[in-house]
T-cell receptor
Framework: EAQVTQNPRYLITVTGKKLTVTCSQNMNHEYMSWYRQDPGLGLRQIYYSMNVEVTDKGDVPEGYKVSRKEKRNFPLILESPSPNQTSLYFC??????????????FGPGTRLTVT | GQSLEQPSEVTAVEGAIVQINCTYQ??????LSWYQQHDGGAPTFLSYNALDGLEETGRFSSFLSRSDSYGYLLLQELQMKDSASYFC???????????FGKGTKLSVKP
């Protein structure tokens, strides 16, 4: 089954404790992206990647890091989480080729609370 | 950069037709997508328009005018299950990055 998986689904942590949210896709997609969703603000892009070893900042990259060492994985790293990073996070992927390049597949989301 | 504008809320009754508009600004345009998101769920893909015109998929249709930087999602024969947030997203920039609007919350009343 074609899917994007994220782990963990829920996480409560404390300020300053480094954490990683994993994201993996099994569709051989070139493009992957991370979004955060906060009430009234829609989906704001954090980082995206066009392919292995190619990453770029989105609209709200401060406080986050990413890496793309393998095509299927795109982890999101919070080196020193702060309460303003409490949010719902989505990972997504899509092909870059042809008509299907307009369709992005989303993971189930990770609800993060930083106290 | 890229930006999108869509209404924040729309209310309609069951069986009616509703249109959700989206205007965008982008340097470099590949296409316009629409996504549906129910409360507590992940966004799911509805449609993608790369060329001008109307695309129909069942009760949902999507329209694009590249010259006007404008598109809309048309939902017909509304059902209660259509109550959700709808996002337009533009694929643009120099690399074809996908940026989302803030979403339109559709409430369908009996």
């Amino acid at each position: 089954e074609a899917q994007v998986t994220q782990n963990p689904r829920y996480l409560i942590t404390v300020t300053g404790k480094k954490l990683t949210v994993t994201c993996s896709q099994n569709m051989n997609h070139e493009y992957m992206s991370w979004y955060r969703q906060d009430p009234g603000l829609g989906l704001r892009q954090i980082y995206y990647s066009m392919n292995v070893e190619v990453t770029d900042k989105g609209d709200v990259p401060e406080g986050y890091k990413v890496s793309r060492k393998e095509k299927r994985n795109f982890p999101l790293i919070l080196e020193s989480p702060s309460p303003n990073q409490t949010s719902l996070y989505f990972c997504a992927s899509s092909s870059l080729i042809g008509r299907s390049s307009g369709e992005q597949y989303f993971g189930p989301g990770t609800r993060l609370t930083v106290t | 950069g890229q930006s999108l504008e869509q209404p924040s809320e729309v209310t309609a009754v069951e069986g009616a037709i509703v249109q959700i508009n989206c205007t965008y600004q982008t340097s470099g345009f590949y296409g316009l997508s629409w996504y549906q998101q129910h409360d507590g769920g992940a966004p799911t893909f509805l449609s993608y328009n790369a060329l001008d015109g109307l695309e129909e998929t069942g009760r949902f249709s999507s329209f694009l005018s590249r010259s006007d930087s404008y598109g809309y999602l048309l939902l017909q024969e509304l059902q209660m299950k259509d109550s959700a947030s709808y996002f337009c997203a533009v694929k643009g920039g120099s690399q074809g990055n996908l940026i989302f609007g803030k979403g339109t919350k559709l409430s369908v009343k009996p």
